[in-house]
């Protein structure tokens, strides 16, 4: 229900008329289309608003807000794309889905202490990211072995990101 026009007026949803000659009563409907809104996988986050009922023609403010230990990826169903603010319009019934991803953190260190660095140097990566980490030593020293999550001698090494890991170059 939006309003009375004619004889009358007004917006409540109820209204008395008092019929003392002909009368003119218009009464005027707004469309509403609905959306419900899920996540994939269960706790990787929430959508905001996560559904409601909208005027036909609004447009809504929808944002994928990602749990700890996971980020955004992308919308899905009646969206698309990959930003996590969307403008959905509610020109249809929709049904949207934010598919989210796992992040695991991975810590390079040095041993000792100024002996060089790694590249590239600890960050948060995707679940099942490959990651090739290399080893530069510094001048005056000349690289050992890997310690931590990975073992090896070799200057480079790919570390698996199925957990958060710490990795040492020595």
């Known amino acids: 229900f939006d309003r009375w026009s004619g004889d009358v007026s007004g917006n409540v949803t109820s209204i008395t008329i008092t019929v003392n000659a002909n009368k003119n ?3 005027s409907f707004i469309k509403v289309y609905g959306f419900s809104a ?3 996988p269960a706790g990787g986050g929430i959508v905001s608003p996560s559904g409601g009922v909208y005027d036909e023609g609004s447009n809504v403010i929808v944002t994928a807000v990602p749990a700890a230990g996971y980020r955004f990826d992308r919308w899905r169903g009646d969206a698309a ?3 996590a603010s ?3 319009n ?3 019934e929709k049904n949207i889905a934010a598919n989210f991803i796992p992040v695991f953190k991975l810590a390079t260190s040095v041993s000792p202490a100024g002996g060089g660095s790694v590249s590239p140097g600890s960050g948060t990566y995707d679940e099942s990211a490959n990651v090739t980490l290399t080893a530069f030593p510094a001048a005056g020293y000349r690289f050992d072995h890997w310690s931590g999550d990975v073992s090896g001698n070799e200057t480079s090494v ?3 990101m199925n957990g958060a890991k710490t990795v040492t170059a020595n």
């Open 25 to 27: 009563i218009v009464v």
């Open 38 to 40: 899920s996540v994939s």
């Open 81 to 83: 794309g990959s930003i």
């Open 86 to 88: 969307i403008v959905l």
């Open 90 to 92: 509610m020109n249809a």
């Open 158 to 160: 790919s570390v698996i």
